[in-house]
Structure formats: structure tokens, C-alpha cells
């Protein structure tokens, strides 16, 4: 077993700190570290906050966090900023989140940079989910980076996808949109003291009523609160909790458990595979010459020529 694994599961802090660093740089044990961490995986309810930059994410987090202390709960929190184009580590950081909550030994906060990745999340967030499992975290809170439409990936990743959107930023146009609209679990209107918020939750809920919105057989619901004076979050909480409850009775929960170990792994096969023919390329002229297209070939007839030379068979 890995050197870190047991400490990780007596909740040593600077074990998980160690661990979440070895996951995110790719370090040379990480595998072996993931290995181990792996059966802890699907234990705690994983909720994502996603949203347009601005909406109030980081505070409605904070106050979540403070709610699901005071019922006792042992709560992560893998917040991805914006990365340094230099460093590639995160421009906000934990030390500027959260504050009041870093020395509470219940509450283990990362920030993490998304390194280019375009989805929402970096590309390290599901595994580093593992650490935090082990740990003993009943709740993780994963708050992406600002998203527009396309950014799906926290929908592969969270049990919940809590949507936050604000009266006055345009949400009224995004409501007619699809994609990002199309994941969420509930839907939150943050600053509700505003104008124009309780127009927005009308016209989310008369969306929802109008169009097939429903996944897993869920109907979301529209829950305004705000995040700055800590109002509204019993009923978040309670439309969360709700929803878990649906996933365990009606089987979803274990469906995307087997979802994820499935894309998990296909995920490992493809990253082997790209390997095998960066390794073919640098070693075998008539690859490079096929892949780089200096023999004549379309990429049609080189990839169909390659394929009949792979060692095992490909469909």
C-alpha cells in the first residue's frame, strides 16, 4: 500500500495535501496512490456549483459550508480557478476563499488551476475526488471555474449540478439557451434581494414546465437564495439532499458510479493508446511518415494502413 493511504484514511491533512499535489503534477507514484485510493471512491455525495464568473459562487460555497458544519458534516472543497500562464498553479487561491473556515479541522479546502482545460474543471478533478473520499468527507463541493454553454465536464464528475445565475447578467437570454441549462440538477438564483430575481425564477420555472428538462426522471427545481446574508440555504440544502435521495431509490446513484468507472477507464485506454503512437512515431519511419502525411496518404488510407498494422485486432 501506498505510504500515504493510511494516514489519508486517519484524515491526515497533510497527507491528503501531499496526495492531491502527487494527483495534479502527475507525480511518478501517482498511480500506485490512485490504486489504492480507488475502492474509497462514490462515497461522498459530490455537489457542483457551476455558473457564469460573477455569480456568486465562492460565497454561496462558503455559506454551504457553514450550513452542513452545524448538522455535523465532514466536507471537502476543490475550487478551480483560472491558471497562471506562467506557473499553471491557480490565480485565486484557498488563502483569499473560505478563510474563515481554514482552521476547521472538518473542512479541507483546495484551489486548483484548470491548466488549459476547457471543460470547467482541471484536468486532475475526478481523481483528486479519490483523496478527498478517503479522507472521510461526507460532502465534496466542486466549484468550477466561470462557464459559458459548452462547459459540460462538471456534469461527469458531480452527483448535483447546482446551476447559480443572477437577475441582470444576462440570464434571461441564457435560460432560452441549451447545454450548460440542459445539466443542472437545481437551479439557483443567487442574489434574490435584486430586481429582476424573482422574474428570473418565473421564467426558469415556466421553462422548465414548458420544456422536457427532466433527467433520470428528475424534475429540478428553482431555489432562490442569497448567498451574502446566508439566506436560502435551508431549502438549497433540502432540494440537494432531495435529489440524492431520488438517485439511491430509483437506481441513478449506482448507474453513474458504473458511468464514471467506465469513462474512467476508457479514459486509461485512450491515454495508453495516444502513448503507443507518440512511442511508434519517434521509433518507426513508416508511422512518422504516415502520421505526418509526407508519404502521400490521406489521413483516411494512413490511419486505415496503421490500424491493420497495430498488434492486436482494432474494428
Keep these: 500500500m501506498h505510504p500515504l493511504v493510511q494516514r489519508i484514511f486517519a484524515g491526515d491533512r497533510r497527507a491528503v495535501a501531499r496526495a492531491l499535489t502527487i494527483i495534479e503534477n502527475d507525480g ?10 480507488y475502492p474509497s471512491a462514490g462515497r461522498a455525495h459530490v455537489v457542483g456549483f457551476t455558473g457564469a464568473p460573477g455569480a456568486g459562487k465562492s ?10 458544519r452545524k448538522a455535523g458534516l465532514s466536507i471537502g472543497v476543490l475550487a478551480v480557478d483560472p491558471s497562471s500562464p ?4 491557480a490565480l485565486l487561491g484557498d488563502r483569499v476563499r473560505m478563510t474563515r473556515h481554514s482552521a476547521d479541522p472538518g473542512v479541507y479546502i483546495r484551489s486548483m488551476g484548470s491548466r488549459g482545460s476547457m471543460g470547467g474543471l482541471a484536468a486532475a478533478s475526478r481523481e483528486m475526488l479519490y483523496a478527498l473520499e478517503a479522507s472521510g468527507c461526507d460532502v465534496i463541493l466542486l466549484e468550477t471555474v466561470g462557464v459559458g454553454q459548452a462547459e459540460l465536464d462538471v456534469m461527469s464528475v458531480a452527483d448535483t449540478v447546482a446551476l447559480v445565475l443572477t437577475p441582470g447578467a444576462g440570464d434571461h437570454v441564457q435560460a432560452a439557451k441549451a447545454g450548460i441549462m ?7 438564483v443567487n442574489k434574490r434581494d435584486l430586481p429582476g430575481a424573482d422574474a428570473l425564477v418565473r421564467e426558469l420555472r415556466l421553462m422548465l414546465h414548458e420544456r422536457s428538462m427532466r433527467r433520470e426522471d428528475w424534475d429540478p427545481p428553482v431555489v432562490p437564495v442569497s448567498a451574502i446574508e446566508g439566506a436560502g440555504l ?14 439511491h431509490k430509483h437506481g441513478y446513484w449506482e448507474a453513474r458510479r458504473r458511468a464514471r468507472h467506465r469513462a474512467d477507464t476508457e479514459q486509461l485506454l485512450m491515454a495508453r493508446f495516444r502513448r503507443y503512437i507518440a512511442h511508434r512515431a519517434a521509433t518507426d519511419p513508416g ?8 508519404g ?20
Excluded: M, N
Design 28 to 37: 511518478p507514484d501517482k498511480r500506485a496512490l490512485l490504486k489504492d485510493l
Design 86 to 89: 506562467f506557473t499553471g498553479g
Design 182 to 188: 440542459e445539466i443542472a440538477d437545481v437551479f439557483v
Design 296 to 315: 502521400g496518404e490521406d489521413p483516411y488510407d494512413a490511419a486505415e494502413r496503421l490500424f491493420r498494422e497495430l498488434p492486436f485486432d482494432v474494428l
Design 287 to 294: 508511422w512518422r511518415e504516415a502520421l505526418e502525411g509526407s
Design 59 to 68: 460565497t454561496l460555497v462558503d455559506q454551504v459550508i457553514t450550513h452542513l
Design 234 to 247: 435551508d431549502d438549497l440544502w433540502a432540494e440537494i439532499g432531495r435529489h440524492a435521495e431520488h438517485l
